[in-house]
């Protein structure tokens, strides 16, 4: 109880003519449950106070309840943190930089939503919202970092999305822009530090994206590289979970420059950089990072037992993941949800491909095909399609192993009816993947 009053206090004191909410560092240290006590306390603060004093209350509650959506996936939490930052809008009376500040709020809760969910149109919106902050600027100039790291969101966002190089080079360049505005902001206020960190694990994000994409090496060397920067210089009992955010980050950035290097220790790394992410962030604290950091965990390990031919660690990569599904399971739209199933199934084909035994090919089909009598295509086609792509593997595997006889058409038929899914859901990447694996199978069934 005295640590929440402490941290209301420390809450309380950011306020004045320069802060227009309150300090997301302040806020990364209460575990979900704690948080949720401020947000009641934040609702019940701007009961009784009126005009502008009771829109800087509606900012600072929409602050609070952004961030638990953004750690849980709460849809309903999102659209009422965007819905408290309109309100906080309608009261600025006049007030510029708080209308500005407001609708920079407003804009993020639409751009969580927008990210975690895969929603194209939200980010139209939040976009709107954005441009009216952004006009704002002048009114109240400390903005500034805030919407330059939003405005790089929303190019980062559009690269990554598009695969766009050229995108990717303005967003870089954007991202560098916010983190200077950021850093300044810090150095003259003491605020700031969440933010400025976000700029920069933002960054690494985009080039990790890029740099898998395109097999790069240099971009997954800068992302490494600067969030092992970012990692040192953050205190993890102070911002918990931007530290974990970056170690989640450099781990990824380890690990596939480990897989594309063929470097078992790089691999190995990335799997320690991941596993203090897991502690530092745990499910207690923010389900959704412990989530991403354990699936994240998973392809790791996967990795590291391709490079070392340890079997033991696909079955703990699946474990790995199965556990993080556990957590992405309470919000079905979440986008990563489907990647996860997706990456999950993928681990437990391979480990059968690589063993190259009748028996494990039919062990891994009765699982999948145990999974999809809980599955219907009409009530849950995503994970119905996953099921289909896993079973596309093990029958290919089969037909390498044994011999065509017909596996391949199968699993060409499978994987056809799950890229329609991943399709209409607009699930991109998985529908590429899902159509590469076609044009593999199209040569030998060509041939046959």
């Known amino acids: 109880m005295e640590f929440g009053k402490d941290l209301r206090r420390r809450f309380g004191r950011v306020r004045g003519a320069d802060a227009l909410a309150g300090d997301a560092a302040v806020l990364e240290l209460l575990p979900i449950a704690l948080l949720r006590t401020e947000a009641r306390a934040a609702e019940a603060a701007t009961v009784g106070a009126t005009g502008r004093d009771r829109g800087r209350r509606c900012l600072d509650h929409a602050m609070i309840l952004r961030e638990i959506g953004r750690r849980t996936g709460e849809p309903e939490t999102l659209v009422k943190a965007a819905s408290t930052a309109e309100r906080a809008g309608q009261e600025a009376a006049g007030d510029m930089a708080l209308f500005a500040a407001a609708r920079l709020e407003q804009a993020l809760a639409a751009l969580t939503t927008a990210d975690l969910f895969g929603m194209d149109?939200?980010?139209?919106?939040?976009?709107?919202?954005?441009?009216?902050?952004?006009?704002?600027?002048?009114?109240?100039?400390?903005?500034?970092?805030?919407?330059?790291?939003?405005?790089?969101?929303?190019?980062?966002?559009?690269?990554?999305?598009?695969?766009?190089?050229?995108?990717?080079?303005?967003?870089?360049?954007?991202?560098?822009?916010?983190?200077?505005?950021?850093?300044?902001?810090?150095?003259?206020?003491?605020?700031?530090?969440?933010?400025?960190?976000?700029?920069?694990?933002?960054?690494?994000?985009?080039?990790?994206?890029?740099?898998?994409?395109?097999?790069?090496?240099?971009?997954?060397?800068?992302?490494?590289s600067d969030m092992r920067q970012l990692t040192n210089r953050l205190d993890p009992d102070y911002l918990p979970l931007s530290w974990a955010r970056a170690a989640s980050l450099r781990g990824a950035a380890l690990a596939a420059l480990g897989d594309l290097n063929g470097d078992a220790q790089s691999i190995s790394s990335g799997v320690e950089a991941l596993t203090a992410a897991c502690e530092t962030a745990p499910l207690d604290h923010s389900p959704l990072d412990h989530a991403r950091a354990l699936h994240g965990l998973g392809l790791a390990r996967q990795a590291l037992g391709e490079?070392?031919?340890?079997?033991?660690?696909?079955?703990?990569?699946?474990?790995?993941?199965?556990?993080?599904?556990?957590?992405?399971?309470?919000?079905?739209?979440?986008?990563?949800?489907?990647?996860?199933?997706?990456?999950?199934?993928?681990?437990?084909?391979?480990?059968?491909?690589?063993?190259?035994?009748?028996?494990?090919?039919?062990?891994?089909?009765?699982?999948?095909r145990a999974e999809l009598q809980g599955r219907r295509a009409e009530s849950d086609p995503v994970s119905w399609a996953v099921l289909q792509?896993?079973?596309?593997?093990?029958?290919?595997?089969?037909?390498?192993?044994?011999?065509?006889?017909?596996?391949?058409?199968?699993?060409?038929?499978?994987?056809?009816?799950?890229?329609?899914?991943?399709?209409?859901?607009?699930?991109?990447?998985?529908?590429?993947?899902?159509?590469?694996?076609?044009?593999?199978?199209?040569?030998?069934i060509a041939e046959a």
């Open 307 to 368: 490079a070392t031919d340890d079997e033991g660690l696909f079955d703990i990569a699946v474990e790995d993941m199965d556990i993080a599904l556990t957590v992405l399971d309470s919000q079905p739209a979440l986008r990563l949800r489907p990647i996860a199933a997706y990456d999950r199934a993928a681990c437990m084909a391979r480990r059968a491909e690589r063993l190259e035994e009748p028996l494990a090919l039919a062990k891994a089909e009765k699982a999948f």
């Open 389 to 444: 792509v896993a079973l596309a593997r093990v029958y290919e595997a089969r037909a390498e192993l044994l011999g065509d006889a017909g596996e391949r058409a199968d699993a060409a038929f499978a994987l056809t009816e799950a890229m329609e899914v991943f399709t209409d859901r607009g699930l991109k990447s998985l529908a590429e993947a899902v159509g590469e694996s076609l044009e593999r199978l199209r040569g030998p």
């Open 121 to 224: 149109s939200v980010a139209d919106a939040a976009n709107g919202w954005f441009a009216e902050a952004a006009e704002g600027l002048s009114a109240h100039p400390s903005l500034k970092g805030r919407v330059a790291i939003a405005g790089a969101r929303f190019t980062g966002r559009r690269a990554l999305m598009a695969g766009d190089l050229d995108d990717a080079v303005n967003a870089a360049g954007a991202y560098d822009d916010a983190v200077g505005l950021l850093d300044a902001e810090v150095r003259r206020t003491g605020l700031g530090h969440a933010e400025a960190a976000a700029a920069r694990c933002e960054r690494a994000e985009l080039l990790i994206g890029f740099g898998a994409r395109l097999k790069d090496r240099k971009l997954l060397e800068q992302a490494q």
